[in-house]
C-alpha cells in the first residue's frame, strides 16, 4: 500500500522560512513526478510546484524564486523550502504524484 507522510508544518512570523518533508513508502518514487498542492480554508486546493522525474521542477509563478521543490530517490522523500512566507501562504499542504495523497500538514503564517 502507497503512504505518504507530511511533516514540517507549524506556526511561523511573515517573512521566516519552513521546509516541509513527505516520506513515500509502498513503492520506489523514482519514475514518478512529485508534486506539492495547498489549501486554504474556504479555498480550492492549488498547485505548489512539482519535480519531475528528471528532476526538473516548475512553480506556480507566485512562489517562484520564495519557494523550491527536491527530491532524494534514495530516501524516498521530496521536500519544499519555502521562503520569505507570507500570510497568504497559511495552508495545508500536501504532497502527490496525482495518484496518491498525504493527510497534509499546516502551515500558518501569522504575526
Known amino acids: 500500500q502507497v503512504q505518504l507522510v507530511e511533516s514540517g508544518g507549524g506556526l511561523v512570523q511573515p517573512g521566516d522560512s519552513l521546509t516541509l518533508s513527505c516520506v513515500w513508502s509502498g513503492r520506489t518514487p523514482n519514475n514518478y513526478n512529485l508534486g506539492w498542492y495547498r489549501q486554504a480554508t474556504g479555498k480550492e486546493r492549488e498547485w505548489v510546484a512539482t519535480?519531475?522525474?528528471?528532476?526538473?521542477?516548475d512553480y506556480q509563478d507566485s512562489m517562484k524564486g520564495r519557494f523550491a521543490i527536491s527530491r532524494d530517490n534514495a530516501k524516498n522523500t521530496t521536500w519544499l523550502q519555502m521562503n520569505n512566507l507570507r500570510p497568504e501562504d497559511t495552508a495545508t499542504y500536501y504532497c502527490?504524484?496525482?495518484?496518491?495523497w498525504g493527510q497534509g500538514t499546516q502551515v500558518t503564517v501569522s504575526s
Open positions: 502527490s504524484d496525482n495518484t496518491y
Open positions: 519535480i519531475f522525474y528528471d528532476m526538473t521542477t
